[in-house]
């Protein structure tokens, strides 16, 4: 548990947080879970940390949590390997339960759902998931929490890494609908024995093919023409935001309904 020193804001002041689970779930992604020992990471959902790992000691990097703020200290995030990486490969790889991650006060912060009740379309692709599931659950908080779509994409089924969660989260939470959309319907020939292991253990727990939607996100969701009066969130690696944003707004959606985080 973490103990009553107050929470401190100035981005060089460092939380230490030790990795309690490292579930690695493709041979490109992990989930990390760690617990804070001294001190809470005194961050908003959707703002992210600058972390530093004992395999990287030198080469902090910026990591959105996928969990809001716990009272425990708590703390999550995804992360998929760049090639060629320094630091992302590592902490695919590497990392391991007992590791004491360096965390840096929070940044960023205009990822948000605001209060004004409009419809907040929020759009993930790869680990831009995190931030929002953050959102996502820091909201499920909220007496009245705004009808809300999470378009979450990948190339392939199998990159749609959370969809157990998020089918669950779409079950659980009426205000929410979350909309599943790939490039190529089918997963490539070549196995990944991360994925291969949970399938052999568990199942298919990834989408239901017939709740697919085929294309690539800033396609599907520039189809669905202008969102004049939401607010819209788009997360992800920076091409893919890029492309989104720009076909939002060729599509009619105002600039200043539209926030977006690039990686
Ligand atoms: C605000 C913010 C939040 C982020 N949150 C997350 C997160 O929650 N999870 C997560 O996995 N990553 C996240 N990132 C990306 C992360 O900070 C690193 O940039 C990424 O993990 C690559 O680091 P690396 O050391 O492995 O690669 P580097 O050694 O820094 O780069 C190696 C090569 O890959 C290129 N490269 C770097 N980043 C990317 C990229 N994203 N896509 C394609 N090529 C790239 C570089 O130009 C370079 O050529 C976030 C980035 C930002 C800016």
């Not at 530093?52 to 995030?77: C, H, I, N, W, Y």
């Not at 320094?86 to 391991?96: H, L, M, N, P, Y």
């Not at 309904?257 to 990686?263: A, S």
């Amino acid at each position: 548990m973490p103990s009553a020193t107050p929470p401190s804001t100035d981005p060089a002041v460092t939380v230490t947080a030790t990795v309690v689970e490292h579930h690695r779930l493709r041979h490109d992604l992990a989930v990390i879970r760690l617990e804070c020992t001294e001190s809470m990471v005194p961050f908003h959902a959707g703002q992210y940390v600058d972390v530093t790992v004992p395999q990287r000691p030198d080469l902090p990097r910026r990591l959105s949590p996928a969990l809001p703020p716990s009272m425990d200290g708590k703390l999550e995030f995804h992360v998929r390997t760049v090639p060629g990486g320094w630091v992302s490969g590592a902490i695919v790889a590497d990392t391991r339960p007992g590791d004491e991650w360096a965390i840096s006060a929070p940044r960023g912060g205009d990822l948000h759902i605001d209060d004004s009740g409009r419809i907040a379309i929020m759009i993930a692709g790869g680990t831009g998931l995190a931030p929002l599931r953050s959102l996502i659950l820091d909201v499920a908080r909220r007496d009245n929490p705004p009808r809300a779509f999470l378009f979450v994409g990948g190339r392939t089924p199998r990159d749609l890494y959370a969809a157990d969660m998020l089918s669950l989260l779409d079950e659980a939470l009426p205000w929410l609908t979350v909309v599943p959309v790939v490039e190529y319907v089918e997963n490539p020939d070549v196995p990944d024995p991360w994925h291969q292991r949970i399938l052999t253990r568990i199942g298919d727990i990834g989408p239901d093919v017939d709740d697919l939607i085929e294309g690539s996100l800033d396609e599907v969701v520039s189809s669905y023409g202008a969102f004049g009066d939401h607010q819209v969130l788009v997360c992800g690696p920076a091409p893919m935001v890029t492309a989104t944003v720009q076909r939002l707004v060729d599509s009619g959606t105002p600039i200043e309904n539209i926030r977006y985080d690039p990686y």
